[in-house]
């Protein structure tokens, strides 16, 4: 059982050691969902909006974090 819990607790710190870019996809699924819910938005456009946006969150977390350890 203790491997087993070791093995959980590193899949979580793994997918949690970023919080601002696990927020910043979590928020941008909320609003997608809610476009698709109150707008009617197309599927194929909110899998679109989903795509450009997660990239954009990517590159935005990753230059962030490579300029916090240039000044580091």
């Known amino acids: 059982m203790n491997i087993i819990g070791e093995v959980l607790k590193e899949l979580l710190?793994?997918?949690?050691?970023?919080?601002r870019l696990a927020l910043a996809t979590l928020g941008l699924v909320a609003m997608?969902?809610?476009l698709v819910a109150v707008l009617?938005?197309?599927p194929l456009l909110a899998g679109g909006l989903l795509l450009v946006g997660c990239l954009a969150i990517l590159v935005g977390t990753a230059s962030h974090e490579a300029r916090d350890r240039a000044h580091r």
């Open 13 to 19: 710190s793994m997918f949690f050691a970023d919080a």
């Open 32 to 34: 997608v969902g809610g």
């Open 40 to 42: 009617h938005l197309d």
